[in-house]
């Protein structure tokens, strides 16, 4: 028999188990007697920059079809050059609608901003939240504000999630939006003719709001992306404001060799795509179109996914839009505008979950397609280089934390409710304050798009609700067979992920609650046997009774009836495929 030491799988054992035939992948326990005792076997992994990081499990050789997003999706714009740009014209704009001069001087700066966080409209405070509203970091205008000021403000370092009060800035167009708003907020609070009240300033006879701030802020943003020079001055200037990459070609073209269907699905007009696009795809003597089955503009996500709008068809000659509501089937080479999710899907036989969404905006791409109509989802999330290069290069930060962490649980060591003395630990807190701020500081300003400290913010929730699988690029997909199954890791919960298996103890030491909740369990020869000695016992009591019950009890499962991963099932006409090809792939995240 072969063994598997740990480490990985031998050479020897990966041929044993490939040259199985079709009808032993059916009887499991042969795959399991080839593998041996297995302790810990290493894991393949991809390097870090090329690999897809896995919430779900998600089974490549069921997706049917590829969707996909423009900006900072397809078409990567270039940072911090175009975030400087957005700011520059937004600032200009303020000043037109009667902002003081004075706000020109604010220059962007990319250290400060990041994704998700939250801002305060009532108090004009910038905020990064835990999952459950819980506050990490408070910035009103330039101020990191301390704890005491931090409970003047929110008396339980708590803020719930409240539409008409918070916005989150949720996307990467967001970013010159978030740091603008700390300028106002700064240039007011601190100018000398204006006069700071609770929720905004004083000016002779002349009051503003922080809420009416952001609310200038928020239409001048969406002045310049609808109506501005942003998109002229993009188009004019190609080469300074997007990335081209050779490979995007190459990837659109072996999604479609391998029989998936692929379409661009973006909120941008007619003319701005074609103007991106053409300078993304175009070559060859190659439109840009013939890469997409599918072409949707002006399709007014997340709108999209639940009552959309009409569904039209483009002139390509003028980019207008033609009359009427386009009820054909849609072909390649065609260019469609608008409609509804539910009106897409019937049109190109799309089910749900057959289509992954590869999309950059939690919100409008991720979260809405998810939850409303369960398409699975591929979350582009460009800063994940800053963080693992962060991650993987401050290693000596992370270590020193838990041997912070460890020095503190060793000082409480012996003691427990009868102990009287109280050991001092105000210097470690203060070194493990000190270690997670140098830690925080090494992302940028405001920390990590994933934590603070050792707590998760509220987009990193988010991210593992909704992405089902999330990387840098979706063009790290080249590094992966379309056959591959992205396996999931395992959820532990804190008494999982803090107890060692080896650390056993007998069921006599936990006490009766033990001992009782396994007093039915049975494995199914132990069953079999029971109900053999039982059988003739229990006949005969039946047939002294006037009635009959038809099952005493639950039956111990004799196979697999349900997974908790669904692509790990056969379901769907996959089943058969993956019995008979032996060379699927799978790789558990760590």
Known sequence: MSSVTAGSFSTELQSEVLSLPSSAWNRSSELLNKMGDLTVAKTYKRETKNRVFVNRSLHLEKIRFFGMDMDYTLAVYKSPQYESLAFRLVVERLICIGYPEAIRDFEYDPSFSVRGLWFDTRYGNLLKVDPYGNLLVCVHGFSFLE??????????????????????????????????????????????????????????????????????????????????????????????????????????????????????????????????MSYLLDGNNRSWETYFDFIVVDAKKPNFFSEGTILRTIDKETG????GTFIGLMQEGHVY??????????????????????????????????????????????ELAQELYVWTNKKTLYNRLQNLYALLSDMFKNLDSTSLCMPDISSVREAIREVTLEMDLSFGMLGSLFRSGSRQT?????VMRYADIYAVSFLNLL??????????????MPHESTVEHDAADSAAEFGELVLRAGLGVKTVEEEG??????????????????????HLRAETPRRVTHHHDEDDSDDDGCGDGLLRNKCRTAEVQS
């Open 337 to 382: 505008s608008g409609g509804s999710c539910d009106v897409f899907s019937e049109l190109i036989g799309a089910k749900g979950k057959d289509v992954l969404y590869i999309g950059d905006h939690i919100f409008g791409d991720i979260l809405k397609s998810k939850k409303i109509r369960g398409w699975r989802t591929f979350l582009v999330i460009p």
């Open 458 to 462: 509220f987009f990193a929730s988010q």
């Open 147 to 276: 704890s005491s000021d931090v409970r003047n403000f929110y008396p339980n370092k708590f803020v719930q999630l409240d539409e008409g009060r918070i916005f989150v800035l949720n996307t990467l167009f967001n970013l010159p939006e978030t740091y603008l708003l700390s300028c106002l907020v700064d240039y007011f609070t601190n100018s000398k003719e204006y006069s700071n009240e609770p929720t905004g300033v004083n000016c002779d006879d002349l009051y503003m709001s922080y809420k009416s701030i952001f609310q200038d802020c928020r239409d001048a943003f969406d002045w310049v992306h609808l109506e501005g020079d942003l998109k002229k001055i993009t188009v004019e200037n190609l080469e300074m404001y997007v990335q081209k990459d050779g490979r995007l070609p190459i990837m659109l073209d072996r999604i479609r060799e391998h029989e998936k269907k692929t379409f661009l699905l973006t909120n941008s007009d007619y003319t701005y795509t074609k103007q991106i």
């Open 479 to 492: 590094h992966y067979p379309f056959s591959y199954l992205f396996k999931s890791p395992s959820m532990l």
């Open 320 to 323: 207008a839009q033609k009359i």
């Open 529 to 550: 046997t029971g109900d053999q000695a039982n059988g003739t016992a229990r006949t005969s009591i039946a047939k002294n009774r006037d009635y009959h019950v038809p």
